[in-house]
C-alpha cells in the first residue's frame, strides 16, 4: 500500500499543521493510501537543515510521497521508495544534495506562497527608510525632539521620486513590484529568463548580465531571487560600491547573496542610506558580527514570511491540488529545476 508521510508539526504554533489541515488532507487520501502523520522535534528555517527526529526516520522508510519542511540527506536516505517531495517552504537549496540531485524523485516548493506578507516586509521596511522613522525612531528613543535631519538635509525622499532594482521577478519579486508601482516608484526586474515575460509592477525586466550597467542609477535595490551557484556573493564589494549614497538595500532572499562584511562597512560610513534586511549568511546573527547596532539597519530575524492567518490557506491549497495532480498523474504545479537550484 503506498504511503504519504506528513512531517509539518512544530513547537512553534505558526509552523505547527493545524488539526483542520490534518483533516483536510486525510478526506483527501484515497482508499488504498496510507497517511503517516509525524511530529520531528523541530522546524528547520526552512531549508530542510534540521536533523531527522527518532519518528520520522521510523515512518518514512516504505513512504511514496513526503510532505515536510524541506527534506535533508540524512532522511532523504532512509527514504529509498520516495517519488515526490513537497517541500512547506519556498528555500531549496540544501535540499540540492547530491542524493537528491542523483535521482528521479520530484521535488516541489513553496515559491510563491510567501509573496504577499514579505511584499508587505520589503515595502514596509522600504518606506520607513524614505520616510526618516529610523532616524525619527533613535532622537524618540534619546528623548530628543529633533527636526534637525529632516528640515536641513536630504534625508527624506518620495517613492514618486525612485528608481527600484529587484533581482529576481518571481512571486516574491512580483509582489513587491507591485506594490512599489502602485506608490509611484519605477520598478526594473532581473531575471534568468526574459522570454519569461514582464509581470505585474515592472516597467522592465532584463537578464541578470545588465546589473552592473543599473546600480548607479538604482535608489532601491531589492533581492529576492534564489540562493544559487550565479547568485551567491553576487552582490560584492565593488557593486555596493557602484549603488549611490543614499541608496536603500533589501535582502528578503539568502543571506549568501550579499557580501555581509561589505555592506556593514558601507552601511557605517554613510556610503548607503540604510538597509532591510530580514536574512542572514548565519542564522542566528551571531554576537560581535558587524551587522548589529547600525542605526540605518532595519533588522528582522528571518520572519517575512509568517502570516498566522493565511500560510496554511495556501500551503493546504497547493499541496491538496498537487497530491490530486499526482494521483492523476498530472504535471505538479512549483516543481523544482534541480539542476538551476529554484
Not at 478526506?27 to 537543515?49: C, H, K, M
Not at 536516505?77 to 540540492?96: F, I, N
Request: aromatic share 6%; glycine share 10%.
Amino acid at each position: 500500500m503506498p504511503v504519504l508521510v506528513v512531517d509539518l508539526q512544530s513547537s512553534s504554533r505558526n509552523w505547527a499543521l493545524p488539526a483542520s489541515g490534518a483533516d483536510a488532507i486525510r478526506a483527501r487520501t484515497p482508499a488504498g493510501w496510507t497517511v503517516r502523520f509525524v511530529a520531528s522535534p523541530t522546524v528547520s528555517d526552512g531549508d530542510g537543515g534540521a536533523p531527522p527526529g527518532a519518528e520520522v526516520l521510523g515512518q518514512i522508510a516504505d513512504a511514496e510521497v513526503y510532505f515536510g519542511f524541506g527534506i535533508g540527506e540524512p532522511l532523504f536516505r532512509a527514504a529509498p521508495r520516495l517519488r515526490w517531495v513537497q517541500s512547506a517552504a519556498a528555500g531549496v537549496a540544501s535540499l540540492l544534495h547530491p542524493a537528491m540531485l542523483a535521482s528521479d524523485v520530484v521535488l516541489t516548493n513553496a515559491a510563491g506562497l510567501m509573496a504577499e506578507p514579505i511584499g508587505d516586509h520589503a515595502v514596509g521596511g522600504i518606506l520607513s527608510l524614505l520616510r526618516g522613522f529610523d532616524v525619527a525612531q533613535a532622537a524618540y528613543r534619546d528623548g530628543r525632539w529633533d527636526k534637525g535631519p529632516f528640515v536641513e538635509g536630504n534625508l527624506l525622499r518620495e517613492a514618486s521620486e525612485c528608481r527600484a532594482l529587484i533581482v529576481g521577478a518571481g512571486g516574491i519579486g512580483s509582489a513587491i513590484a507591485r506594490r512599489l508601482s502602485a506608490h509611484g516608484m519605477h520598478v526594473t526586474g532581473l531575471r534568468r529568463r526574459v522570454e519569461a515575460g514582464r509581470p505585474d509592477g515592472f516597467d522592465a525586466v532584463a537578464g541578470l548580465e545588465a546589473l552592473d550597467a543599473l546600480l548607479p542609477g538604482t535608489d532601491v535595490l531589492v533581492l529576492a531571487a534564489a540562493h544559487t551557484p550565479a547568485t551567491r556573493g553576487l552582490l560584492d564589494v565593488s557593486r555596493l560600491a557602484a549603488l549611490p549614497a543614499h541608496a536603500i538595500l533589501v535582502n528578503v532572499a539568502r543571506g549568501a547573496l550579499v557580501d555581509e562584511a561589505a555592506l556593514a562597512a558601507a552601511l557605517r560610513a554613510g556610503r548607503l542610506r540604510g538597509a532591510v534586511l530580514d536574512v542572514f549568511s548565519q542564522e542566528p546573527l551571531p554576537a560581535g558580527h558587524p551587522l548589529w547596532g547600525l542605526p540605518n539597519v532595519i533588522f528582522t530575524p528571518h520572519i517575512s514570511a509568517i502570516s498566522p492567518r493565511r500560510f496554511w490557506d495556501r500551503q493546504l491549497e497547493l499541496f491538496l491540488d498537487n497530491w490530486d495532480r499526482y494521483r492523476r498523474g498530472e504535471p505538479l504545479r512549483n516543481t523544482v529545476d534541480k539542476r538551476a537550484g529554484y
